[in-house]
């Protein structure tokens, strides 16, 4: 089992920053992808920014150029840098994880934290 926590989150005014940070903890084999979402009520989940297990990182067209994902394997956390902030990118922002054990797939969220920017 892994656990996954979230910290970072918090109210910050336009134009702002804030760094997410995503630790995780338990029984971690083959990481085959570590990344940021976010869910306003109502609606779905979004894909924020992924790094998979080469390295390569993708990021929703909205946050291009205004948020960085990044990873401390020794610490096996994850990292959402914000800068720019604006109001839409309120929401509550969750992590994920997903590995690959024996060809099986599992993925793993984080409790969510919250984001609020105000304009």
């Known amino acids: 089992q892994v656990q996954l926590v979230e910290s970072g989150g918090g109210l910050v005014q336009a134009g702002g920053s804030l760094r997410l940070s995503c630790a995780a903890s338990?029984?971690?084999?083959?990481?085959?992808?570590r990344g940021w979402y976010r869910q306003n009520p109502g609606k779905q989940r979004e894909l924020v920014a992924v790094?998979?297990?080469?390295?390569?990182?993708n990021y929703v067209d909205s946050v291009k150029g205004r948020f960085t994902i990044s990873r401390e394997n020794a610490k096996n956390t994850v990292y959402l840098q914000m800068n720019s902030l604006k109001s839409e990118d309120t929401s509550v922002y969750y992590c994920?994880?997903?590995?690959?054990?024996?060809?099986?797939?599992?993925?793993?969220w984080g409790q969510g934290t919250h984001v609020t920017v105000s304009s």
């Open positions: 994920k994880l997903e590995q690959l054990r024996d060809g099986v797939r599992y993925v793993y």
């Open positions: 338990g029984i971690i084999f083959s990481i085959n992808a």
């Open positions: 790094i998979n297990g080469g390295g390569s990182i």
